[in-house]
């Protein structure tokens, strides 16, 4: 069951990050699980939670909305807030605002079941300067496209295990992709990041503007999206159900559910290429 429910939840990150097409092969239906989808950041709010569930697998684009949810955020300095459903499972906050160095605790009870997560919202950091340099393309390899490739420079923290994802916008558009950075081997050092996928749209051109979000998160969120990007890799170069390792990520949400809540930080900067 558990091999068939990470089939399942294969087809849902497949839908949601438009890589391969589904497979179809002869399966049974299986039960659905929930997908909790929640972050807090120090921007002002508000802050939106969606909770679905896994389709089913004949029907890998319908995640069913799970209404009339009870979710709380709360934090260790005293705040809380009972979230709104604004939309069939689509939650928000009103006045909760995220401040670096809180510990912030998810509590969803849904269907008669609770499911909780902690995440800890780590100090920023920032973004140093961004720069571009042009690659002239046609090598055989991972520079083979012409146009302009993106620099992000930043000071990694001393002493501090730091772990960040980088969102890259051309021209308003995100690239996709999980773009992520952890100081194990820059601990304290200056840092300069551009493995951005030529794929994914990760090549600019003059006149294009480059917009970064830089999210400083905690350890538990890195290592959701590096096992989110491990999937993708997978399900985009073989079919599922020939998947050998267990292909959920992993989730800090509790009874089983799937997706993940984060605290994190966030820095933007831009730049025009010309």
Do not use: W
Request: hydrophobic share 35%; aromatic share 12%.
């Amino acid at each position: 069951m558990y091999k068939f429910q990470s089939i399942i939840f294969i087809s849902f990150l497949t839908a949601l990050f438009s890589c391969e097409d589904v497979i179809q092969i002869d399966l049974n239906s299986a039960d659905p699980q929930i997908v909790i989808d929640a972050v807090v950041t120090d921007q002002s709010g508000p802050y939106t939670i969606k909770i679905n569930k896994t389709g089913d697998y004949f029907e890998p684009s319908v995640f069913p909305a799970v209404c009339s949810a009870v979710v709380e955020i709360s934090d260790n300095a005293g705040q809380s807030e009972i979230l709104q459903e604004i939309g069939p499972g689509i939650y928000q906050t009103d006045s909760l605002q995220g401040a670096p160095g809180r510990i912030y605790t998810l509590t969803v009870i849904a269907e008669g079941e609770e499911y909780t997560a902690t995440s800890t919202m780590p100090n920023a950091i920032s973004i140093d300067s961004l720069s571009y340099e042009y690659q002239p393309g046609g090598s055989f390899g991972p520079d083979e496209e012409e146009g302009y490739k993106l620099h992000v420079h930043f000071t990694d923290r001393a002493g501090i295990e730091d772990y960040c994802r980088f969102k890259i916008f051309k021209n308003g558009q995100l690239i996709k992709g999980f773009y992520l950075y952890e100081d194990k081997f820059t601990d304290g050092n200056s840092a300069d990041y551009s493995d951005f996928e030529e794929e994914a749209g990760g090549i600019f051109d003059l006149n294009d503007t480059a917009f970064v979000e830089l999210l400083t998160i905690d350890k538990a969120t890195h290592e959701y999206y590096s096992t989110i990007n491990n999937v993708l890799a997978e399900a985009a170069t073989e079919p599922p159900f020939m998947s050998v390792t267990p292909a959920n990520p992993n989730t800090n949400l509790s009874n089983s559910a799937l997706g993940y809540f984060g605290a994190f930080t966030v820095r933007v900067d831009s730049i025009i290429i010309q």
